[in-house]
């Protein structure tokens, strides 16, 4: 079948002493706490079999994907030369996992979701990074995002940076219904962009509640999710969208997709401008996007707290292992709530994403830099210190 | 206090034969079934007494004021003389109750609701038409549209055809924030619409449990409900919002405000056309707005058997007396529901639409036509037998 | 692996003139209309090999299997020999899917979701009959009762009248929680009500969206369903369970199982009735599992009227081809509800039942006949004309 | 009229040098921030007049009133002598708010929910104690809880440690319910722990979300409030309630009224035990009724983390200054979240209450001690500093 051309992450299997192998580690292989096993990650433009794919499986030619800050984390390292990156992984393997392409090949039993038949060659598609099994309690029970034997996409098997990847029809979309709106190679870019937007859109409509038409919105933090959530916020019908980011880049972005206000929360006072520009009403959602929630959480509490509004919802989706501290009264006097959140998988998610991107939610603007696969490993070394770009995305032939 | 012109429908208490005076009734004066008591409807324009205002209670110089269907129907009889129209009714009576206007004066409890302070003279206001009671049960347990002692404001108390209403507070939502975006007379006309914009609200958003973006949507009739519902939908990020309505000028205002495909019912075959349009799956939120669930239902239950989509939601929210022939195996292998939806109040409904409206959702074209107060009868009038226009507006200075 | 036992039935292909080859028919063997195919149905005792399993299934020593109504649809035929049952069939198969048993065998990859690990011998269990594919949308998105490519165990695959059953452990659900709170037998008997009692579940709780504590319900009809529904409405707080069921024998087992009123709608008036004893209220609840919503409807409606509660839901659980005629009115002005249920499968539903029942929810009453497998095929010929018994249950060594 | 006795809480206006006369606050009378306020509490038993009714009120004849920890701490002083009680107070004040009786006498327009009909003498009734306004915004939406002009019954007007009490119809409801199943005497007791079952009730099913049948609770506290919520939940359907609670006078009758696992925190590990009890779930519910939120909340977050269960919801329902100290990656990887929960009013909670205990949730284990009016002061000293009682409740002839 030839070979493909892929970015694949090697690294060394070393344990720290604090390391215990848990019950879903593979010795030497795959760990769920990668920060204490991985060390001096190297990336490599490596050449690799074709994929042969299982009946229920497709082989996607991929035409774009875009570097998230996990593959930044996986290759970096720290002082002793442990990878940053604390999650589930198993090296060496092909990284990426915000991507789109064409369907080259399907399984007999590769179900096409648009269409409930076989996938067709040349049908766009893109995929969910989550590789749910499907049968654990949460999967039965309708929480894909909560998998208890998950498998990630570029993290514990080979990924998207790569010519060709394989992927269970189970998690791949269709990006057909974008062809009409966007041209080809915007179809793909497009398409790269419905993973993370999925995990924006899960954060604020499924576990946030969503909003109704005339509500405000506070988002904290113009990363690619907090972005994605100015947009799909804005589509939702909120009155007035707001932005609290300090980089002048990334805000100007945020202008572009969608954000009614923008608050710079080193120079301004964050509570008395939501509060002004809400005219004291303050928000329906806050979306915690910065990974600094000590940080920003007693702003946000200071703001429910003086503001009229009450139900508000504070959506936790960036990671931190930093403890928010929470005022019972608060939360109790605006009856107010805090929901973590994780994951893009179920829930009708994904097709929606793509369905509002087909009928007019531009998220283009997020890509900020276009390279080629060779330019990959460079671009996640770039990011390691720049924060100039947003998203930096691989277009492939 | 001086006097002010009214347009003031009369008529005779003359009870039909089946008539029985029901327990809220009042004899010779208010009734909860009107095409049953009274006879021979004559729409005059009338001098009042300007009306004194109790503590809760704010008189509020009206700016403009909104035709209803219903103003059509208490004005028009049936071949014995009798009013079309069905409900609670207490005549003479001042007619109008969508408008907007200043506040003239307010009393010392009567609280506006965007200050949590006693009202100023000059905000621009318009008011809930439903006076519910916030006492019976149903108020008591957050459904005011189903108040057990409700009144209606230019029902069976005295309307907005006039140059002043008072009006309760409680009932009474601030329109400043329209200010910002439309001009000096567009905030009053936009005010005026703020009524049956909350009906359609409650009908598709609260009773209909709303959409998530990405989803499609069918509105069926093209009647102001029905358009307003067409740009809610659209604001709330619906990828797909069809529009079943016959009549071309009525189909090109849906155009103008917000709808994406237009379905012709009598030239086309609506469940090809749904499916097609949306490849296949069909819509969320199916909203009957015509009056002929008998007619249309078939069609929306065919459309969601032949569809893709699971969940859609068939709200019914216009009235009529006709039968609607559900099939229980198509909800049940489409896991589908029917509500009914009725008023507008509660729910946080009106300041989410003022806010939705302030903040981009432009209605205004609903409005096609501008009169006088005088010209008011002559217009109810013609309603009863033009459907050139959707909604005449009276504009007082 | 030797030989098993089981109870097969058998039937010619023999389409009549109206039907045609669907998509998902598999010409001589597999229909998703039985009734337009299959012809001279016939129930045998037949030995067949033990079926070997694969690395994700079980296999299951069965130890009790209920006869459920299409059993008995199955096997009975209409005047030109055609089966009554109108869905998915594949015969020849093993009937049977009301099930509990012990686990004799399990693959590799067979996962248990009480421990996350792989399934031991022993372990007792039952299994949903609903074999969701997890691939299509209605299954990615969490709704598998909608599966657009389901199987069914013993109607399209071999069942549970036989001492043996392979199942894939997905579908399977540990009964282990029960052994605390009943005998050796009881854990079998109990764990074979489990997939009808999910469906009663999946209707009122997950469907009807539930109750509060203190919430009035009313069930109509009192077949396993019902029945089930009105123990899970007990369980839930409701206040007043009651139970329309012209049968004695049926409604004295309803009072058993926790129903506190009988209405005997033959004998008297329903409305009138629920009215009485709900204080003029009426229900939150009203679940339609008669099979004849035509002729029950208009009561439920008339209560829905007359009643002062809003926001009731109504909903069909029990299928029938009649059309169910709606009064629009009557939803609206009590913001009541009408909503299809199908299915047991997915929203954590079996686990909650196992839970319920291991704590304290006995619906044991329901078995009111125990037989062997051998007595099988008499006993589901027997149901095709007596209504003396609920639940016949075969019980295996 | 003549004369009633009233149990009268007189304190001193002598505000702190830290208090700023707030915006609501009235000088010398009334204040949001009693223990800023207020010093030198006396309780004395005292003679006031009748009270007389306006048109929407009923005097109710007060036949049982509790007393509430509240009470407790507008009597306790600090070492400066301000009272401990810090939120809304106007003194001098009938205490009281816990509480049954009956109609003496009704205005014409007090109207029973329950009939709809003006209430007539001699129904048995209790009463919200939060006497919201009923139009702010808050109040409009459907959240009295929330008023934003509330007054207290007990608080900021006269309670019902008195013979004689009078309350706007709107806030009373009917107990006529409890006739059926409870003698004369405990209709009353059992009346007079409506109120603060309601708090119970709206923190966990109205905030909370409630639970399914099957699942789970923990409820951290014993306390009035923490006990009421075991019986709801137990009423709703947990499979397992637990209660987290070191007295064993509490644990006892947390043992009588619903729990079915009690757990002493201070000699067990509260994680390790919940997780042996639902063997390895965790629970669906978490009640933080203690005051130590910053003490139990680990343990919770602990729990969450090590069991199984997603979508875990913490309710917080004591009050407490202390901040708790949040993971955010728990409420991701479990889909967990926070909610604040105050007051009892509105959402259907005071009628289902009554309704649940009218039909079997018998929470007078509650009452440990009834007292006279005349005793009343004395006994509310007595909980300063004895936690030997749950409730004590005075009866009045």
Redo the contacts between chains.
């Keep these: 079948m030839g070979k493909i051309q892929t970015v694949t992450l090697f690294a060394d299997w070393e344990p720290t002493n604090d390391f215990k192998l848990g019950l879903k580690d593979v010795e030497g292989k795959l760990t769920y706490l990668g920060s204490q096993v991985w060390r001096n990650p190297e990336l490599k433009i490596v050449e690799k079999e074709m994929p042969s794919i299982g009946s229920?499986e497709v082989l996607i030619k991929v035409k774009a994907c875009g570097i998230c800050g996990s593959d930044v984390h996986m290759a970096q390292s720290d002082d002793e030369g442990y990878v940053l990156y604390p999650g589930l992984t198993a090296f060496p393997v092909t990284l990426g996992h915000e991507f789109s392409g064409v369907v080259a090949k399907a399984g007999e039993k590769a179900?096409n979701?648009?269409t409930?038949k076989k996938y067709q060659e040349g049908e766009a598609v893109c995929s969910e990074e989550m590789l749910w099994c499907?049968?654990?309690?949460?999967?039965?029970?309708?929480?894909?995002?909560?998998c208890?034997?998950l498998q990630e996409s570029g993290f514990s098997c080979d990924g998207a940076f790569a010519e060709y990847i394989k992927v269970?029809?189970?998690y791949v979309w269709s990006l057909e219904?974008l062809r009409e709106n966007y041209d080809q190679n915007e179809v793909f870019l497009a398409g790269s962009l419905v993973e993370p937007a999925s995990v924006a859109?899960n954060a604020v409509?499924e576990?946030g509640g969503?909003i109704?038409?005339?509500?405000?919105v506070v988002i904290l933090g113009g990363g690619p999710i907090g972005l994605a959530a100015v947009a799909?916020l804005k589509?939702?019908?909120?009155?007035?969208v707001i932005l609290s980011e300090p980089s002048e880049v990334r805000a100007s972005l945020g202008k572009k997709i969608g954000a009614?206000y923008i608050i710079n929360p080193l120079k301004e006072n964050f509570t008395q401008r939501v509060l002004e520009i809400t005219?004291g009403l303050g928000a329906k959602i806050y979306l915690?996007a910065t990974g600094l929630?000590d940080k920003v959480f007693p702003d946000i509490e200071q703001t429910i707290w003086q503001g009229?509004q009450?139900?508000s919802v504070v959506i936790?989706?960036?990671?931190?292992?930093?403890?928010?501290?929470?005022?019972?009264?608060?939360?109790?006097?605006?009856?107010?709530?805090?929901?973590?959140?994780?994951g893009h998988?179920?829930?009708?998610t994904f097709?929606?994403?793509?369905?509002?991107m087909?009928?007019g939610?531009n998220i283009l603007p997020l890509i900020t830099k276009r390279i080629s696969l060779e330019e990959v490993p460079e671009n996640i070394t770039l990011l390691q210190t720049s924060q100039e770009e947003c998203k930096i995305t691989a277009v492939l032939k």
């Design positions: 229920e179900i979701k648009r409930g499907g049968s654990c309690r949460p999967c039965a029970d309708g929480y894909p995002n909560h208890e034997r269970n029809a189970r219904d859109y409509i576990r969503g109704r038409p005339g509500d405000n799909i589509r939702a019908g909120a009155a007035r009614d005219e915690e929630p009229k009450i139900n936790v989706v960036a990671r931190s292992a930093k403890k928010i501290p929470l005022s019972g009264e608060v939360f109790q006097v605006r009856r107010a709530s805090v929901v973590g959140s994780q998988s179920g829930h009708g097709p929606r994403v793509i369905s509002a087909a009928s939610m």
